[in-house]
T-cell receptor, first 116, second 113 residues
């Protein structure tokens, strides 16, 4: 299957700092990527849809100024958690739709964010 | 919004047993996908279904797209310890953006040797 690389896999930061998470499609171009948040043993919650060259579309209840998304190229989307607080601690996962694969979404390996 | 109800929430089985889990929706879905997630990792696609009634296998895994387009099931035959993980169904309903999926709550599978 297609490879989606996510980095870092784990990050610990102090409250009030910002954290950037990268999501790269390694062997295909992704015009659309998706960012999810997941709590332990819970389902994936879609946060936003990242569109190359345009603004991200956020789901209801997700603060766009808190979770900044940039999709500047066809192989890279970034999620920046700004002024992080302990309640932002979570597992963040990106995914990308592979063109011409009839809606198959491939996921990155996730980033565990811990805010102290 | 669209919701998927996935059951069971968890299963504890012996190695060699067969497993069945399912997802239902109150609205019609056009695509069903089944994923497996292991601790600390992202979900891995197992099977994708696109047509009502479609039955697809991937090794010991078999999944079907329900005739009513409101449900799907995943079966695992002759389970082995490495089947342990969380299994998620995911689907796209009519009127939603291409590629935008709704996920079920997940089924936590534990296999005892």
């Amino acid at each position: 299957g297609a490879v989606v690389s996510q980095h870092p896999s784990r990050v610990i930061c102090k409250s009030g700092t910002s954290v950037k998470i990268e999501c790269r499609s390694l062997d295909f171009q992704a015009t659309t990527m998706f960012w999810y948040r997941q709590f332990p043993k819970k389902s994936l919650m879609l946060m936003a849809t990242s569109n190359e060259g345009s603004k991200a579309t956020y789901e209801q209840g997700v603060e766009k100024d808190k979770f900044l998304i940039n999709h500047a190229s066809l192989t890279l989307s970034t999620l920046t958690v700004t002024s992080a607080h302990p309640e932002d601690s979570s597992f963040y996962i990106c995914s990308a739709r592979v063109p011409a694969t009839n809606e198959k979404l491939f996921f990155g390996s996730g980033t565990q964010l811990s805010v102290l | 919004g669209q919701q998927l109800n996935q059951s069971p929430q968890s299963m504890f089985i012996q190695e060699g047993e067969d497993v069945s889990m399912n997802c239902t929706s109150s609205s019609i879905f056009n695509t069903w996908l089944w994923y497996k997630q292991e601790p600390g990792e992202g979900p891995v696609l197992l099977i994708a279904l696109y047509k009502a009634g479609e039955l697809t296998s991937n090794g010991r895994l078999t999944a079907q797209f329900g005739i009513t387009r409101k449900d799907s099931f995943l079966n695992i035959s002759a389970s082995i310890p490495s089947d342990v993980g969380i299994y998620f169904c995911a689907g796209r309903g009519g009127g939603t953006s291409y590629g935008k999926l709704t996920f079920g709550q997940g089924t936590i599978l534990t296999v005892h040797p």
